[in-house]
T-cell receptor, first 114, second 115 residues
């Protein structure tokens, strides 16, 4: 079975500062990994995904994540936070061939201070 | 091209009642998955429908059931509602057998409140 652990339920940064949201996974086989963002009272929007191609994945809105097999991690980063980045972020894992059956972490709420 | 749509947006029910939520997948998609997102939690997989059959199921009781229609739209039914069923219910669509670089799209969700 696969699982995801997001370290830090709440991360607060200043506008213009580095954003780092942590995600560690557990999987019996090489997984697919995803980061989703959820704005208040909305559904989930895909930021980026790793599907066993390049280990450094670039997504929308300036976000990127690096798959590190040795650390079983898939941390999300953005060099410079913007006020509009304030939202809930979810890391998720699925197994190849599972047709997008996703297992999500509990989420990290990102607040951006002016 | 419409994305994933869900109805209704909000719903209030009382304990013991039954509820039906609806989802229309993104054009061209044939697989629908349902997730439950309790307040302050990540979404949890309920089940997935493909070719009008339940293909995968998460750890949810039989009170949760679903259906997929020939046009690929789907319904989620919950019987004998409990207070703990209050949550945001998300529908996601995808294309079975699509390339691994393809994307699963989520709808905006239905907020269910059980009183």
């Amino acid at each position: 079975a696969q699982s995801v652990t997001q370290l830090g339920s709440h991360v607060s940064v200043s506008e213009g500062a580095l954003v780092l949201l942590r995600c560690n996974y557990s999987s019996s086989v090489p997984p697919y990994l995803f980061w989703y963002v959820q704005y208040p009272n909305q559904g989930l929007q895909l930021l980026l995904k790793y599907t066993s191609a390049a280990t450094l994945v670039k997504g929308i809105n300036g976000f990127e994540a690096e798959f590190k097999k040795s650390e079983t991690s898939f941390h999300l980063t953005k060099p410079s936070a913007h006020m509009s980045d304030a939202a809930e972020y979810f890391c998720a894992v699925s197994l190849p061939g599972s047709n997008y059956k996703l297992t999500f972490g509990k989420g990290t709420l990102l607040t951006v201070n002016p | 091209d419409a994305g994933v749509t869900q109805s209704p947006t909000h719903l209030i029910k009382t304990r013991g009642q039954q509820v039906t939520l609806r989802c229309s997948p993104k054009s061209g998609h044939d697989t629908v998955s349902w997730y439950q997102q309790a307040l302050g939690q990540g979404p949890q997989f309920i089940f997935q429908y493909y070719e009008e059959e339940e293909r995968q199921r998460g750890n949810f009781p039989d009170r949760f059931s679903g259906h997929q229609f020939p046009n690929y739209s789907s319904e989620l039914n919950v019987n004998a509602l409990l207070l703990g069923d209050s949550a945001l219910y998300l529908c996601a669509s995808s294309l079975a057998g699509g390339p691994r670089t393809d994307t699963q799209y989520f709808g905006p969700g239905t907020r269910l409140t059980v009183l």
